[in-house]
Structure formats: structure tokens, C-alpha cells
């Protein structure tokens, strides 16, 4: 191997381009598990289309949704849960009409539609087979006069297109998880009510399925206004299983003679925030043994408990990132990664131990040489607390930074706010990292996987508590020489681009950002958003209206006289979480104000970009548009970006 050369950091040529990110590239979702094996895939490559793959047991793969068919429930807006198999056959949300299909494996080949025509949506359906027909999740968006409707519903199996679901269970805000004892005659769900989001505060609830079908003998059993739970499940002999964070972190507990037993008792996290239906972290291997996932300092870590004594015992993985976790059967399935290998379908043999990958999310490998492996850091923040964050430096083989020189540095706000930096190898880092910048992915305050108290940091505190978790880190690293203090760029999606917004807005530390679908007018977001997030804001900011002025406060979008860097936007068209004014109304507003500023919008995206043409052109303009703000040259041919308000001596003088 060649001594690498001496370039400027950000000017390295790296073999991981935007065309080999999208490059036979899938998104890795929903998993079923029976003798076969099945899970839901993204497909940038067919214009974000999902599809349903079924791996049979003699390790045959086959495609079972036909084009143009989506395989996506728009539930909550984010989707999960979309399909359900039953004896061969699969029952699957479509995106375009949201209406249930079925495909049998002796029937046609083209999806036949199970629900009528109309606004209604489904997700996180369960058989019940007696009574021939699914328990689901409904959403009704057939009056346009108030929200949408949530409630359990029934759909009989043998619809022909023509049903309508017939509601079940009602009466609060939202649902989901409803589950069926092994013998059919006990129903398990979750519900809760805003202003509280799901792992803020839901409530776990058993009902009795008469003969007509009907639930009776309803009751509450956990869960409540301080509790969040999570997952139910029955065990193959009928004891009901759930996860609550009710001792400050989410741990495991069984339902015994009406009473709730304590599983484990770790501060650790054996559950996550629901964002999509279908999330889970474990899963019955027999009734003896439970394989689950659970999350210390942020990674995750592959157990199996022995249900006889609740003893836990770790066990050796490769993975550090483990999520839709199933289980059955002597094997667990799930999706796992990790720093040196990316989110793939991998099953777990629990009597040989073998790791099997069945689908990884890129085929695409990459030699050691250009791969950054991120390392776990703690830095003090305010209020005299600690924050946590990945960190990774600036890796390729072929080239070193030039004398003298300390690297940019990328901050990434991960979204939700209350999710987490995965741990997963992801070549949307490695393009940055190969390239020599330096990464920072934060877990701020109001992150999952460090208990409950560190989630509710941010209650009351969005906006203020991220910005400086984020500002601290990079900071921290510039003070101990590991980056280049003036050439700090901070870059979000969703919520994490609100908190890049604002920490460009009203802190003067970073030099340009990346706002990918960000917020930027808190209370535009709080008025013209959708059901599910309706009443988030209340606990993050404070409740709407009396709390007026602190929307008004913390929304960038009325202080880009305080602005002073660059910014890029990009902004999916279709997007009914975040709408496209929110990047439009930014990008006029810093346009008038002269300042630099760029905006990329996408036609046919939502909630996050799906298409490989759009993943491709948004890396590419985000590398481009530092290139001119901070002066260096790219080491690739990149389509151009049109930067308002930028020259070439501006650009220059930003070096």
C-alpha cells in the first residue's frame, strides 16, 4: 500500500458515491415469521415501492407484491404494521388506496382487494381465526370536519372488496398492538389519549371475545399517565407479556393471577418509541425461552431469558443495532447491524448459535480502508449533566488531511426528537467520513436508550436542551483538537432539522447547515399537522394556545435577522408531517434577508426521501453546496446547486 497523500479534508475521492449508496439499495422493515420467513422491503430503485419477500424454509426468495402494488399503511402518517400472513395467504395495506388486499398462494396473481374503496387505512393486524377474520388497527379519514377516527376493527378474511371494517373496540384517541391468546377468546391492546404520545403515557387493556365476536368484560391492567408500555405478547401457553418503564426504564413484566411480575430489573431498554406499528424486542424461541433485544449506552445487545427463573443471559452478537425482533420455533429473526456491517434480515439458530444473513439493506461492500467505526462518547452539557453521541473520524486509506489542517466537523440532530442515533454501518456517514469530514451523531437529551429520565430532559425544553447537546458536543471535540473550530456544520432531518434550524438561528458556533423537511414555524407545525402529532408539542414546548409566545419564541423562521451561514433545504412535496411551507416560508424569508441559502425540492416525496434519483441529487447538493461555502474542491464531477445570495468572494472568504 501507497503512503496516502496529503489533501485537504473534504476534497479525499472516496469510492462510497451517491451511486453506490443507491445502488441495489433497500429499507429493511416489517418481519413475520412462521416456517417461512417473511419482511417487508423498500425499493428506491422502483420509486420507493414496498414490496413483501418470502424466504420458504428451503431458502427460496420470492418477490410476493407485484408492481405497481405498495406494500405501505399510512396509519399515524409513519406507516409499520402493513401486512399480515395467514395459511399462505398475506393481507397488506396499499399505498395509492389504502385499502387491504390479499394474495393467496393458489389464487390470482394480482392482488385482490378485501376492503371497499373510501379514506380509511389499516395497520398492525392479527388473525382471528376462529371467527375468520382480522383484528386491526382502522383509521377513518371520511370526516373531513374533525380529526381522523382511530379504533379497532374487524375485516372478515373473505372480503371481496366491498366491506367496510366494523369497529370493535372505541373511544380513545389512538390504538395499536391488538393481540389474540392462543386460544382466541382474550384480546390484548394498547391505547392512550393526547395530548400524550405512546411512550409518554398509554395503557394496557384485556377484553373478553364473546361468541358473536364482540368484546366484553373490558379492563385496564398497566400502564397510565406516568407509564409508558410496550409490546404485548402472549406466551405459547397463554400468560401475557409486556414491557413498561415504570421503574424509570423499560423492562419486561408478565401478567400472572391478576397480578404484574417484575421479568428483569436492568437499567437498560427493552423497548423503544413507537413510531411504527410492528416494533418489537422480543419474541417467544418456545414457552420456556424468550430471545429479546435490549439497549445499554445506547447499543443494542441479543439475550435470552428462561422464563422458569427470569434469568437473563447475554448472548455473543455481532450486532449492535437489533430492531423488529420474532421469534418461534428454536430462532429469532430480526434486522440488526452494525458498525462495520449495514441493517440486514438476519436469523439467529438458538441451538447452534449461527448467524444467517438473509437480506442485507446494500450489497454494495466497502474495504476497511475507507470505513470510520464510531466511538461511543459522553461530554459534559448544561446544567452541569452529561450527553452522549457517536463519534466518528475522518477514514481513507488513500488520503490524510494536509499539514496543520484539523477536520470539518458534521453534527447530525437525529429526528423524532425522542428517537436515537443507530449504531449501524451507513453509507450515508461513510460518504461524509470517507470524504475527511468528521461526524458527530448526537443523542440529546429527550434520546431513547438511556432511561426514562433522560427522554424527559426535553419536556418543556425543545429546541433549547437538543441545541445545546448538539453545540456542546461539537464544541468538546474542536476544544480537544479532534476538529476544525470555524468549520462546524450542523445537519438534521424532521425534528433534527427544527434543531438544526435553531441552533444556526440563535447560536453562533456553526458555520452552514442542512435542513432536510426541518420545522421552522413551531406553531404553523402545531396548526396545520397531522392527528398523531397533534398534541406532541404540548409536552415538548408547552400546551397550545396558552404557550403562545414560547412557539413563537423558538420558531426560527421570525429571527433570520439573527441568521449568519449558509443554510441548505430539501423538502418533499408530498410531505403531510412536515408541509413544504415550512422549508418554502425559510428559504423566501433568508432570500430576502440576502442571506446565502439554498432550497432542493423533491415532487412525489413524503416524510423522508424514498426515491433512489432524490437520495442520489440531495448527498451530491449537500456535498456541493460546502464545497463553495467553505471553499475546498470536489474530488467528483457534481451537479451544481443554485445558491441564493452566494459569490464566489463570499464563498471564498468563508474558507
Known amino acids: ?103 393467496t398462494e393458489n389464487g390470482p396473481s394480482v392482488p385482490q382487494p378485501v376492503t371497499a374503496a373510501g379514506d380509511k387505512r389499516y395497520a398492525d393486524a392479527v388473525v382471528d381465526s376462529a371467527r375468520g377474520r382480522l383484528i386491526c388497527v382502522c383509521e377513518d379519514h371520511t370526516l373531513s370536519s374533525r380529526e381522523a377516527l382511530n379504533f379497532l376493527a374487524t375485516v372478515p378474511l373473505a372480503g371481496d372488496g ?61 400502564g397510565g399517565p406516568d407509564e409508558s408500555i410496550f409490546q404485548p405478547e402472549w406466551s405459547p401457553s397463554g400468560v401475557l407479556y409486556f414491557v413498561s418503564d415504570r421503574s424509570g426504564w423499560w423492562n419486561l413484566y408478565r401478567y400472572v393471577r391478576n397480578q404484574i411480575v417484575p421479568v428483569t430489573h436492568m437499567e437498560a431498554e427493552f423497548g423503544a418509541p413507537q413510531w411504527v406499528f410492528g416494533t418489537s424486542t422480543y419474541g417467544f424461541a418456545d414457552d420456556g425461552a424468550i430471545v429479546c433485544s435490549y439497549s445499554v449506552d445506547g447499543a443494542w445487545r441479543l439475550g435470552i431469558i428462561d422464563t422458569s427463573t427470569n434469568a437473563l443471559t447475554p448472548l455473543a452478537s455481532p450486532y449492535t443495532e437489533l430492531r423488529t425482533l420474532k421469534a418461534g420455533a428454536g430462532r429469532a429473526v430480526f434486522v440488526g447491524g452494525s458498525p462495520t456491517e449495514p441493517n440486514s434480515v438476519v436469523q439467529y439458530d438458538l441451538n447452534s448459535g449461527n448467524f444467517e444473513v438473509l437480506r442485507k439493506s446494500t450489497k454494495t461492500r466497502v474495504d476497511d480502508g475507507y470505513l470510520s467505526v464510531p466511538r461511543a462518547i459522553e461530554y459534559p452539557t448544561e446544567n452541569g449533566l452529561t450527553a452522549h453521541a457517536f463519534f466518528y473520524r475522518p477514514v481513507n486509506r488513500d488520503f490524510t488531511g494536509s499539514s496543520g489542517e484539523r477536520p470539518p466537523l458534521i453534527v447530525i440532530s437525529h429526528g423524532g426528537p425522542t428517537s436515537s442515533a443507530s449504531t449501524a454501518m451507513s453509507l450515508g456517514i461513510q460518504f461524509w467520513t470517507s470524504r475527511g469530514f468528521a461526524v458527530l451523531d448526537v443523542n440529546y437529551g429527550g434520546s431513547t436508550g438511556y432511561g426514562r429520565r433522560y427522554m424527559q430532559r426535553l419536556n418543556g425544553q425543545w429546541g433549547i436542551v437538543d441545541v445545546d447537546d448538539c453545540i456542546n458536543g461539537a464544541l468538546y471535540l474542536a476544544k480537544l483538537g479532534e476538529v476544525d473550530r470555524d468549520r462546524l456544520i450542523i445537519r438534521g432531518g424532521s425534528a433534527g432539522g427544527f434543531t438544526t434550524l435553531a441552533a444556526l438561528t440563535f447560536h453562533n458556533v456553526f458555520k452552514a447547515g442542512a435542513s432536510y423537511f426541518g ?35 423558538r420558531s426560527p423562521i421570525h429571527f433570520v435577522d439573527r441568521l449568519s451561514c449558509p443554510i441548505i433545504l430539501f423538502q418533499g412535496l408530498e410531505d403531510k408531517v412536515v408541509p413544504p411551507n415550512q422549508a418554502e416560508m425559510m428559504f423566501d424569508a433568508m432570500k430576502a434577508k440576502k442571506l446565502p441559502v439554498a432550497y432542493i425540492p423533491f415532487e412525489g416525496e413524503q416524510h423522508g426521501f424514498r426515491k433512489a434519483e432524490n437520495i442520489k441529487r440531495s448527498l451530491d447538493a449537500e456535498l456541493y453546496f460546502y464545497s463553495r461555502v467553505f471553499g475546498f474542491e470536489l474530488a467528483d464531477n457534481v451537479e451544481p446547486v443554485q445558491i441564493e445570495n452566494l459569490s464566489n468572494k463570499d464563498a471564498l472568504s468563508a474558507s
Open 162 to 222: 366491498s366491506v367496510e371494517p366494523a369497529s370493535l373496540v372505541s373511544g380513545s384517541d389512538f390504538y395499536s398492538n391488538p393481540r389474540l391468546d392462543p386460544s382466541g377468546n382474550t384480546l390484548a391492546w394498547l391505547s392512550w389519549n393526547h395530548p400524550n404520545m405512546p411512550w409518554e403515557a398509554a395503557e394496557l387493556w384485556l377484553g373478553s371475545v364473546g361468541d358473536d365476536g364482540a368484546i366484553g368484560n373490558i379492563h385496564q391492567i398497566a
Open 519 to 553: 420545522i421552522s414555524d413551531l406553531e404553523a407545525f402545531e396548526t396545520d399537522g397531522h392527528k398523531f402529532e397533534s398534541r406532541y408539542n404540548h409536552s415538548l414546548i408547552g400546551p397550545y394556545p396558552e404557550s403562545k409566545q414560547l412557539y413563537w419564541d
Open 1 to 103: 500500500m501507497t503512503n496516502p497523500t496529503a489533501r485537504p479534508y473534504g476534497s479525499w475521492k472516496s469510492p462510497i458515491t451517491s451511486d453506490v449508496i443507491i445502488a441495489e439499495a433497500v429499507s429493511l422493515g416489517d418481519i413475520a415469521l412462521t416456517d417461512a420467513v417473511y419482511w417487508t422491503e423498500g425499493r428506491p430503485s422502483e420509486g420507493g415501492r414496498n414490496t413483501i419477500v418470502r424466504r420458504s424454509s428451503d431458502g427460496k426468495t420470492v418477490d410476493l407484491v407485484p408492481q405497481p402494488y405498495n406494500a405501505r399503511t399510512k396509519v399515524h402518517e409513519y406507516g409499520g404494521g402493513a401486512f399480515v400472513e395467514h395459511q399462505g395467504a398475506i393481507y397488506f395495506s396499499n399505498f395509492a388506496d389504502q385499502r387491504l388486499y390479499r394474495l
